[in-house]
Structure formats: C-alpha cells, structure tokens
C-alpha cells in the first residue's frame, strides 16, 4: 500500500507542475504580447450559441472557455518593427537562431497589438507555427493557442512538446469541412463575417475571416474534433505581406 500511495503522490505532483507549467507560459505570453487572459472558444459541429468573449458558450459539441479581459499594457520601448518587413526580417533571424532547415516565411501581418507571421515547411507547404512579433521590442516568440496546444509536430502538445494533449496528426477535417465550420462559428458568434481559405497545420488549420471583404480577425480550427479557436489577441487588422521565403 505503501508503495501505491508513493505512486500515485508522483504521479499528482507530475500533474500539478506540468499544469503549473502551462500556466506560466501562458502567463509569459500575457504579459509579453499586451494580451489579458487567452480568449478562448472551442466548440464542435452543431448549432451554437453565445459569444465568443463576452460570456459562455454553448453547443452540441466540446466546449471551453477562458475569459477575455483588458489588454495588459507593455511600455513602449525603441527598437520594435516599423515595418512588414522588418517584421519579416525579425522572423527569420528568428529562424536562424533555431538553426532550423526547410522552413520558410509565407505570410506576415500586422495588428494594432503585433505582428504575426506563419511559417511553412518548403517542402510540404504545410504550416510549422504561427509567431508573433512584440511591436515595441522587436522579440520573437510563439503565439499561443491552437499554435502552441494543437501543433502536432512543433508545439508544446506535439511530439516535441513536454505533453501529450489535444494535437493529433489526423486530420480527419477537410480543408473545405474546417471553413464550413468556421464559418458556421462566425454565422452565431460574429454575424456578418466571411470566413476565408483554411492554411493547414499539424493538427489543426487557421483561416482569416473578413468584414465587408477586409480581413478582420482569425480563427483555427480543430483538425480532428472541428473545435474553433477564436484568436482574441491580435487586436485591429492593419496590413499583410504575403509570398516571402525563408530558406
């Protein structure tokens, strides 16, 4: 008895510093990209109800959610982007300290709150991870989220990550099935929106969806249960660069 009680004690402590883990990182990412608490939605196929940030959601499917507060506000310091480009720049310098081979740069955007870049591998086309840029600082780092948590391949959840969670190399959903859900989410949640053409990841697909024709936000999508996750933390839609490469 004594020796399954010393197991299973292992065991909880294992448990209470992975989740402490994540809380840290997360609490990392609020504090370093001028975001509050992650906002989060994630819900399966069916028919919805509620809101995306402003109070809880309900559905036929899966659902969870984080609350969506104030932006945390990080001083203004000299030496960020000014620039698409120099966002670019920043990213795959970002890329050379990896050392990292076969990856490239296909698409940087700027929101009011920082830049956002995807990065794909050369040869599948498929996307390694979402980065964000600190506008103020110019520092580098993975966005959270469905990057971080349903990254099969290149987040923390994936087969390089320090757990096993939700990421999954099945990708059960079309890229057509994942824009209908998407856009399913929007019709409930954001009516009016248009959601656009799904970008596959490891694990999951992101999507921009569109206001009167203009890129507003974005979304991701489950590429296995069809969950949504909505990315509250970009702020205002500014500008986008496409079509760049990092070899």
Known sequence: MKTVAI?????????????????????????????????????????????????????????SRWSCDEAVVVPDDAGGPASLEDAEAAVERYLDGLNSTGLQVTEVMEFDRNFYAIVAEVDTGIGAMELLVDPRSGAVGPEPGPNMMWNAQYGMMGRGGMMNGSATDEMTLSPEEAEDLAQRWLDVNMPGRTAGEPDPFYGYYT???????????????????????????????????EGHGHD
Do not use: K
Request: proline content about 1%.
């Open 7 to 63: 197991a299973v004690g292992t065991a909880t402590l294992v448990v209470v510093l992975l989740i402490a883990g994540v809380w840290l990182g997360v609490t990392w990412m609020q504090t370093r990209w001028g975001v509050g608490t992650v906002g989060l939605v994630m819900m399966g196929g069916g028919d919805w109800t509620g809101t995306s940030c402003a109070g809880p959601s309900t559905g036929s499917g899966t659902m």
């Open 207 to 241: 999507l921009h969806f569109l206001n009167d024709g203009e890129i507003e936000g974005m979304l991701s999508v489950h590429g296995g249960t069809g969950d949504v996750w909505y990315h509250s933390w970009h702020g205002d839609f500014v500008a986008v660069l």
